[in-house]
């Protein structure tokens, strides 16, 4: 398992980014069932950083988003065949609990835009007085 930043090499860090509609009466089970995929990514290579998030305030559908920050593609790849074999083992079906749920999903897998990595990488490098 890597905590690394993502500044060395060429490398372009994946970000997976699930947003969900989730019901009020299915918070918890979903919750739960989040919180146990989550431990299986955060034990997986290349895997950097994960964000488990409720909506607060504003008028957005989605009342849910999870994102977990990958060194590569290849690694999102693991880890998804790692989820899935575990939800074999344990005979859990995603997509029955959703529907039986009434959770709605939308899920991609996003990068970050080379302009903006590269002004942030600018703004660092001010910062720590290498003008």
Request: charged share 25%; glycine share 8%.
């Amino acid at each position: 398992m890597s905590t690394g930043n993502g500044s060395g090499g060429n490398r372009r860090h994946v970000y997976r980014v699930d947003k969900f509609i989730v019901p009020q009466d299915a918070r918890e089970t979903f919750l739960d069932r989040v919180g146990t995929t989550h431990d299986i990514l955060r034990r997986q290579d290349g895997f950097v950083q994960d964000f488990i998030l409720e909506q607060d305030s504003g008028p957005g559908r989605y009342n849910f988003v999870t994102l977990v920050e990958w060194e590569s593609e290849a690694d999102v790849e693991n880890a998804a065949a790692q989820v899935a074999r575990a939800h074999a083992e344990t005979r859990f079906d995603r997509k029955a609990m959703m529907d039986r749920l009434g959770i709605v999903a939308d899920i991609a897998n996003y990068g970050q835009l080379a302009s903006v990595a590269a002004q942030r990488d600018e703004h660092a490098f001010a910062s720590n007085g290498n003008v």
